[in-house]
């Protein structure tokens, strides 16, 4: 097994003189861009200043899709892009995406009409990579497939078809395949300044937040994929420089899945507000986001607002019997976005484009931001392209769209661990090694001691929090269960990792306090 020790890459700094490329982000987009460089040849190292998937990234609404929404706004281009490489993802990472059934509830003729039309658009532009064709459906099909639905009006709906992930889980597995493609990456790092030579960039300044040890390390292209702190780095490149980006944020709440106790998902397509909503099964919970408002201020840990979460409640109960209810709410979290900074402030961000923006500085500084889960591939493989020109390095045509991510199996388990694809059978030795792995870190969920194990030693989790936001869900699925599961896990990371005490008991009292803000009504 490829070493993904943390403290093995930290010494990896120790080994290269120059770097081809460093990336500085490890979400989505930096992940992607360290793969492809890899992969093409170049020496790369990615730089994360918290945890992986920590902030844009491991907050999406878990869906690898086309986007039916920019559809509806006439993106033919973005959709059609982002269905093809919905495909490739599906292809390369099959343990981690899976087909998913929407069900639009319509209640005109207008409107299922619309729709329909829509989608078979969608199906066309989607062609030999579709997930399945959609289908109109009666009343009593829509009733069947979503029993908990409101059927007063209803004339029937649309079924069609997209994929559904585990956003963090993904990113972690693009971590894992970067290191076994020889890469270097490193979670709790920090890029504290950029390095300069005849006003050309040549490197970083970096900060190992763990030792606090101070790097200088040289490269000969920087690639900025920090998402929404994009426009930090572009100041320390240019001070006062404009904002690229603004940011919006997206809530979303999690529910029992016994509000929606159906496979197939619920997809509201016009809020109050002219957005989309929706309600998913997922992790064997219900998660229903999501929200559009814009945010001055980035932060790596968003507050859901108060508005958000009523806007939430206020639409879906609207299409339930029996509507949730504030108090049914499990877990809360949101999310920021980088959305292209618009050239005039509306105080609206539902308009901006959804789509990557890509530009190298003077410096040589490369840049790349927006976008979504789904094209993440893509978006690399451009910025690579750009890299390659600033560098002045061979050509070297993209390989990413062969190369299966780390985990990669085809095999259809019906145990929760079967998200790990080929390490399912790795951690499931661990329990038979040692009984006492087996036992579940809570009784209502199915998540063992030999999952936080794994997560310490094989996929750079060094926190409370890294392990039970990210590398298991629980704090996104349920923040209380987080909160009474966390001093057993706070024992085992410190064992595994020589911890003292003081340590544990500093990491329970900043877990128990991010934990509550996922919890409603406790500001």
């Given at each position: 097994m ?28 930096g992940l ?37 929404r ?18 490739i ?5 099959p343990?981690?995406?899976?087909r998913q059934s ?37 009343a ?9 639905i409101?059927?007063?009006k ?5 079924e069609?078809?997209d ?11 693009l ?5 076994e ?33 101070q ?13 929404v702190f ?5 100041r320390m490149?240019k ?17 029992p ?24 099964p ?5 998660l ?5 408002t ?6 790596l ?15 879906i109960k ?5 509507p ?5 709410i499990?877990?809360?979290f ?22 990557h923006?890509?530009m190298?500085?003077d ?9 979504k889960w ?9 910025t ?12 070297v045509?993209?390989?990413?769209k062969?190369i299966?991510?780390?985990g990669?199996?085809n095999s259809e ?5 079967s ?10 030795q ?6 006492s ?46 909160i009474?599961?966390a ?18 008991t500093?990491?329970?009292?900043e877990f ?5 803000r ?6």
């Amino acid at each position: 097994m490829v070493n993904f020790k943390r403290e093995f890459h930290v010494n990896k700094l120790k080994d290269v003189d120059v770097w081809d490329v460093i990336i500085i982000g490890g979400g989505a987009t930096g992940l992607g861009v360290a793969l492809d460089a890899i992969s093409r040849g170049q020496t790369a190292l990615l730089l994360e200043q918290s945890d992986f998937a920590k902030a844009t990234s491991g907050r999406s609404t878990k869906l690898i899709h086309g986007g039916v929404r920019y559809l509806a706004q006439g993106n033919i281009k973005l959709v059609y892009t982002a269905l093809h490489e919905r495909e490739i993802l599906l292809r390369n990472a099959p343990h981690l995406i899976k087909r998913q059934s929407f069900i639009i509830p319509c209640f005109n003729v207008f409107s299922k009409l619309k729709y329909f039309i829509g989608l078979k658009l969608y199906d066309l532009l989607s062609g030999s990579f579709s997930f399945g064709k959609s289908k109109s459906l009666n009343a009593k099909q829509v009733k069947q497939l979503l029993p908990e639905i409101n059927s007063k009006k209803l004339i029937g709906g649309i079924e069609y078809f997209d994929g559904q992930f585990d956003d963090s889980r993904l990113a972690i597995n693009l971590a894992q395949t970067c290191a076994e493609k020889g890469g270097t990456v490193i979670n709790y790092c920090k890029v504290t300044g950029l390095k300069k030579r005849n006003d050309k960039i040549c490197g970083v300044s970096v900060l190992d937040i763990e030792s606090n040890q101070q790097y200088y390390l040289k490269s000969k292209v920087v690639v900025n994929a920090t998402g929404v702190f994009v426009d930090d780095i572009l100041r320390m490149d240019k001070p006062g420089r404009k904002p690229l980006i603004k940011s919006s944020q997206g809530t979303h709440i999690v529910l029992p899945k016994s509000f929606l106790n159906s496979s197939s998902a619920l997809m509201i397509p016009k809020t109050s507000d002219g957005r989309v909503l929706f309600a998913i099964p997922w992790h064997d919970h219900l998660l229903v986001g999501t929200t559009d408002t814009p945010i001055e201020d980035n932060t790596l840990e968003p507050k859901a607002l108060k508005k958000e979460i009523n806007f939430i409640l206020e639409t879906i109960k609207q299409y339930w019997i029996l509507p949730p209810e504030e108090k049914n709410i499990l877990s809360v979290f949101a999310g920021l976005r980088p959305l292209a900074a618009p050239q005039k402030d509306s105080g609206s961000t539902k308009e901006i484009s959804r789509d990557h923006k890509l530009m190298i500085s003077d410096s040589g500084l490369v840049t790349i931001t927006g976008g979504k889960w789904t094209t993440y591939r893509k978006m690399a493989e451009k910025t690579i392209d750009a890299v390659i020109k600033v560098g002045n390095f061979k050509p070297v045509v993209c390989r990413t769209k062969n190369i299966k991510i780390h985990g990669y199996s085809n095999s259809e388990s019906a145990n929760h661990l079967s998200i790990y694809g080929s390490d399912e059978e790795k951690i499931q030795q661990l329990i038979n090694d040692n009984f006492s792995f087996g036992k579940k870190l809570i009784e209502r969920l199915p998540y063992t001691v030999a999952e936080v194990v794994w997560g310490v030693r094989n996929e750079m989790a060094r926190t409370i929090e890294d392990v039970l936001a990210r590398r298991i869900r629980i704090l996104f699925l349920d923040a209380r269960a987080a909160i009474e599961a966390a001093p057993e896990v706070a024992d085992i990371i410190a064992g595994e990792l020589n911890y003292n005490k003081d340590w544990k008991t500093t990491q329970l009292n900043e877990f128990t306090i991010l934990a509550k803000r996922y919890l409603v009504g406790t500001d």
